[in-house]
T-cell receptor
Framework: GAVVSQHPSWVICKSGTSVKIECRSL??????MFWYRQFPKQSLMLMAT?????????EQGVEKDKFLINHASLTLSTLTVTSAHPEDSSFYIC?????????????FGEGSWLTVV | DAKTTQPTSMDCAEGRAANLPCNHS???????VYWYRQIHSQGPQYIIH???NNETNEMASLIITEDRKSSTLILPHATLRDTAVYYC?????????????FGKGTLLTVNP
């Protein structure tokens, strides 16, 4: 299947700083990308949907000024956690839609572990 | 998107077929059935999807009932590495909303 890559795989940052996570579709163009967050022993929670060249659509309860999403190209989306706090520590996962497959299959990245200390 | 119901957990012996059921009784005509799995501490992995016909690929088979109200994912020869949480998700293919909403899934444990 198609490959979606995230970087970094894990990051530790100090409270109050910002951290950026990149999501790339390596072998297909992704018009739409999604960002999820997953806490231990819980399911994935969708944070936002981003379409290339336009502003992201955030799910209810997700602060758009805290979780900045940029989708500047068809193969790259970034999530920036601004002024991170320990409660933002989580597993962040991106996914990308391959519009050329039947059913518009969505592929996921490997995930990024964020620990805020 | 239609809601799905899956058992919380299942066990399977290594080398045997694993049959994971999913109920989606409110599925609409334009909604696909997708299956993903998540191995611990990794991103979800796409397995297979279908609309109304049975589907097979190198990973699994998907059997969808004629009324489309339920489906079964079949891993023909389960290995220890197939231990994961399996998610059945129903989603429309067209329109502006392609997002996948995850439920709690089924934890499949493959035993030696």
């Amino acid at each position: 299947g198609a490959v979606v890559s995230q970087h970094p795989s894990w990051v530790i940052c100090k409270s109050g700083t910002s951290v950026k996570i990149e999501c790339r579709s390596l072998d297909f163009q992704a018009t739409t990308m999604f960002w999820y967050r997953q806490f231990p022993k819980q399911s994935l929670m969708l944070m936002a949907t981003s379409n290339e060249g336009s502003k992201a659509t955030y799910e209810q309860g997700v602060e758009k000024d805290k979780f900045l999403i940029n989708h500047a190209s068809l193969t790259l989306s970034t999530l920036t956690v601004t002024s991170a706090h320990p409660e933002d520590s989580s597993f962040y996962i991106c996914s990308a839609r391959d519009g050329l497959t039947s059913g518009n299959t969505i592929y996921f990245g490997e995930g990024s572990w964020l620990t805020v200390v | 998107d239609a809601k799905t119901t899956q058992p919380t957990s299942m066990d399977c012996a290594e080398g045997r077929a694993a049959n994971l059921p999913c109920n989606h009784s409110t599925i609409s005509g334009n909604e696909y059935v997708y299956w993903y799995r998540q191995i611990h501490s990794q991103g979800p992995q796409y397995i297979i999807h279908g609309l109304k016909n049975n589907e097979t690929n190198e990973m699994a088979s998907l059997i969808i009932t004629e009324d489309r109200k339920s489906s079964t994912l079949i891993l023909p020869h389960a290995t220890l590495r197939d231990t994961a949480v399996y998610y059945c998700i129903v989603r429309a293919s067209g329109g502006s909303n392609y997002k996948l909403t995850f439920g709690k899934g089924t934890l499949l444990t493959v035993n030696p």
